[in-house]
């Protein structure tokens, strides 16, 4: 059976927490029944809510197959965050792709995987806004990376990472040169960007 898959990341940009990829497979001429009433699309223009439904969906869903790959702060220090990126990319393909074959892989903008790239995979540009299966994987990354901070939040509660997940807010910041960086946060980044 053919598979289309689609792989996606959230939080590059972000100054803690893990960078997070997901991908996603299903078989190619898979037509979705009872999807949910809002429109597959990227998780940017998506609410939190909505995210939520359409992760729940493709979990339960009987003919999707997901993995999820996290890379960690101190790990994205010690070889930048783009090496970090496309290792959790090739760490979430590689487990999926043990539980299918003939896959068409699609990548969002960016991704390099090396270790697959002799299935020729392909890689779109703003693919989270073109290709449904790289909407739908960064859709569950999203989600999966929000729970993982609200988790980190109950830890480190100085900096709020259940509001700004991690991103560089004004307010997170603030917090950062009031307390110095935590266990989680990405000394690579917040060097230049945060304390001043």
Known sequence: MHYVVGVDEVGR?????????CAIA???NLIFKNEPPHKLNDSKK?????????????????????????I??????KINIR??????????LLKLLTQIKKPQIYLDGGLSVKK??????????KGDAKIPA?????IVAKVARDSFLKRLAQKYPDYELEV???????????????????????LTFIKNIAIV
Do not use: F
């Open 83 to 92: 090496n970090a990126t496309n290792l959790a990319a090739e760490r979430a």
């Open 164 to 186: 700004n997940k991690g991103y560089g807010t004004l307010r997170h910041c603030q917090r950062l040169r009031k307390y110095g960086p935590s266990r989680v946060h990405r």
């Open 46 to 70: 998506l609410s939190p809510e909505k995210r939520e439904v359409w992760t729940k969906y493709l979990k339960s869903h009987p003919r999707t197959i997901i993995a999820i790959s996290h």
């Open 116 to 125: 697959v790239a002799h299935l020729k995979p392909e890689t779109v540009i």
């Open 13 to 21: 940009g972000s100054l803690a927490g893990p960078v997070t990829v």
């Open 72 to 77: 960690q702060p101190s790990r994205i220090d």
């Open 134 to 138: 790289i909407m739908a994987a960064s």
């Open 26 to 28: 299903w078989p190619k």
